[in-house]
């Protein structure tokens, strides 16, 4: 072979299947790709079956040998392998994800990719969700089903402007074992990977080209050991699914018919796609020739059987329905018969599933003239081909002496790897001390303790957080966070603890500030509060208390007034109430029936009148009831007035009884208020209440 006088990177691919192993080495310019060598090598024990490796370090000296092979060839030394897994055990999510621009901006490369990424993070999401078992699964492949621009669907979206792009993505996932059996065979052969992908997902990159997906084709990879089957439909992968049948046992049941071991039934299978016969010697030693038919009816019911399977599983992943089409890659599916069975039993015509070959390497050029180009090739160089469509490479760190495994974004960090080896949140971030819980005026409070220290993060001995890049190999330690000191709160600090009660004692206003009780003993400022204590503060003084507040002295022969009426020392007095003590003797009228409010929810002139129709209602109701009826007093517009003849009151109680006429509107809704807060005409009422109700523009 003449040496490629191309000076950039090579792609290595290594194609890992059940019965072996092929290496391709090439390069891509513009739309071709140049094939500069290819070497396959089987495997010399079943080190593999069904996709699987049972024997890691069996695989890795067969890919140790490819490889020696290719870089003698090429005369370059190789470091990074692209690979692909079979679909056993596959799972797959499909997401729409967005991405939001502050402006409109031009969609780049990095754009696009990012977006991708987003749609993978939030799959593997979707996945953990789903995931009701103990495996870990890994993302080994994506395809982009449609894109969108604004909200509209397009096709590519690069150098467009935007304000917000999105896909709908499809992303394929496999379980750790699976992955981990890959990477550690490559690096016993000295190999990093570059590019994991999944095999159907390398096939079609190769198999249906980007034009003919519109369509809606379906393609089988059949292997060795796995029939891994991929759809496409309106320009996009819609499906993807695995058989655990293949090759394989057509192999078997020519090698129990002619009593010959595996290899010699590799032969003799491969021998009949060349030739009517073949010759062989059995494991007696004697030589024997047996007639292409012989070797058909032997493999007739295991053929039949992989062909109906692939033929329902197509059906099932495409909705119902069959395909238009069905393309077959693989050595698997060479033996005669088994297109035209696939085809039957899906009920389309024959000529419409076929083995793809030459005819799809229309842009892949050879520089060995001993390549034979047939369906053999459509995998590896489609796994070459994939370099090229995303890179989605794992990476190992150590994460507190934890060897763990990360799906390599480019944008990973230590919360990454901490959420992979479930670290808990509350040992990452400050925890807060104990709350300290209590009820105050009857609504329950909480108020949470002081904040510890957040997590002490070292990345490579240096100091980190949780956002900090992390890469390959990197150490990473982490000791948990700590919580802080316990709540501590005192009556004194208390928002409205320095409120106050104003009120007129004599004509002249006095500011009382308000008491406290807990659990019903009056504290002081400085009390420090209990877990569930239970703290009111009082809005209201009584007569005594004023006085003594006052250090005033009462004479025994006074008269004591609270809002011209009758009362005693013990009378309660609330906000804005009057207080009159002398000697003399007052001349009472009868008491003013006003009252004032706060600030509720805005009525509509109908409403407030039809909730006043509804309280008289309630009133009748009242009346007729048994219960003990109660009197109480409340301020409405900043005078008090007496609710009698009830049980116990509501808002719009208080209608009744001042002059506010809601069939003559002054303006465009009511406003209630109840204690300085916007009320609802529902509430209940207790005694001292502070009301107001006004028009409001």
């Known amino acids: 072979m003449e040496q490629s006088k191309y000076q950039g990177s090579y792609v290595y691919g290594l194609d890992i299947g059940t019965r072996s ?76 994800v967005e991405q939001e621009f502050e402006a409109e901006a031009e969609i780049s490369r990095e754009d696009i990719y990012a977006l991708d990424s987003k749609g993978v993070e939030c799959a593997y999401e979707e996945l953990t969700k789903e995931n009701d078992s103990n495996i870990h699964f890994y993302c080994v492949g994506y395809s982009v089903m449609r894109y969108f621009m604004n909200g509209y669907q397009m096709q590519n979206l690069e150098n467009h402007k935007a304000k917000s792009i999105g896909e709908d993505v499809i992303v394929t996932f496999l379980p750790d074992d699976v992955v981990d059996g890959l990477y550690k065979a490559v690096n016993l052969a000295g190999l990093e990977v570059a590019n994991l992908t999944l095999e159907p997902i390398a096939a079609i990159e190769l198999a249906i080209p980007d034009k003919f997906r519109m369509l809606n084709i379906a393609l089988i990879d059949v292997g060795a050991g796995t029939s891994d089957i991929s759809i496409t439909k309106d320009g996009s992968i819609v499906a993807y699914g695995m058989l655990p049948i293949a090759g394989d046992c057509l192999t078997e049941d020519i090698a129990r018919h002619c009593l010959v071991d595996f290899e010699t039934a590799e032969h003799i299978k491969r021998g009949i796609s060349l030739s009517d016969q073949v010759s062989y010697e059995d494991i007696m030693g004697l030589s024997q020739t047996i007639q292409k038919e012989e070797v058909l009816s032997t493999v007739e019911n295991s053929l039949d059987a992989m062909a109906k399977m692939a033929a329902e599983k197509i059906v099932e992943l495409n909705g119902g329905k069959p395909v238009s089409a069905v393309f077959v890659v693989g050595g698997g599916g060479r033996v005669e018969g088994y297109t035209a069975k696939v085809a039957s039993y899906m009920g389309i015509a024959p000529e419409r599933c076929a083995v793809r070959g030459e005819e799809v390497m229309a842009n892949i050029d050879f520089m060995q003239d001993d390549i034979e180009k047939t369906s053999l090739l459509v995998t590896p160089i489609g796994i070459c081909l994939n370099y090229y469509e995303q890179s989605n490479n794992f990476i190992f760190v150590s994460f507190n002496n934890q060897r763990i495994k990360l799906y390599d974004n480019s944008k990973l960090a230590v919360i990454d790897a901490a959420m992979q080896a479930d670290f808990s949140n509350e040992d990452l971030f400050p925890k807060c001390g104990n709350s300290l819980n209590f009820r105050f005026n009857g609504v329950a409070r909480a108020v949470r303790g002081k904040r510890g220290e957040s997590a002490v993060i070292f990345v490579n001995g240096l100091p980190a957080d949780i956002h900090t890049p992390i890469h390959a190999n990197d150490v990473i330690t982490v000791e948990n966070s700590t919580a802080g000191e316990e709540a501590t709160l005192t009556i004194g600090a208390l928002p409205e603890y320095r409120s106050s009660v104003i009120i007129n004692v004599n004509d002249v206003p006095v500011t009382l500030p308000k008491f406290a009780t807990v659990n019903g003993a009056l504290q002081s400022e400085y009390y420090e509060i209990k877990q569930n204590d239970d703290i009111r503060l009082l809005d209201y003084y009584t007569v005594k208390q004023i006085a003594e507040f006052m250090d005033v002295i009462l004479d025994p022969n006074m008269n004591l007034y609270v809002n011209n009426k009758r009362a005693t020392l013990e009378t309660k007095v609330y906000e804005q109430f009057s207080v009159i003590w002398t000697l003399d003797t007052l001349q009472l009228t009868d008491a003013d029936e006003d009252a004032f409010l706060e600030e509720p929810e805005e009525l509509s002139a109908e409403t407030a009148e039809a909730a006043n129709d509804e309280n008289t209602s309630k009133q009748e109701a009242a009346n007729s009831n048994e219960q003990a009826l109660t009197s109480i007093t409340v301020v409405v517009n900043g005078k008090p007035i007496v609710l009698s003849g009830k049980p116990d009151y509501v808002f719009v109680d208080v209608f009744d009884q001042i002059d506010f006429d809601l069939s003559k509107p002054q303006g465009k809704s009511v406003e209630t208020r109840l204690n300085h807060r916007k009320a609802q005409y529902i509430e209940p009422l207790q005694d001292g209440d502070v009301l107001e109700i006004f028009w409001k523009d």
Do not use: P, S
């Not at 739309?31 to 695989?59: L, P, S």
């Open 21 to 96: 192993i092929v290496g391709t080495v090439g390069y891509k310019v513009k739309n071709r790709f140049t094939v500069v060598a290819q070497y396959a090598k089987e495997h010399e024990t079943r080190a593999m079956i069904d996709g699987q490796i049972h024997d890691i370090a069996a695989v890795g000296d067969t890919i140790r040998a490819v490889t020696d092979e290719l870089e003698r060839v090429t005369g370059r030394q190789l470091k990074e392998v692209c690979i692909a897994a079979a679909g056993r055990v596959l799972r797959t999510v499909t997401v729409h």
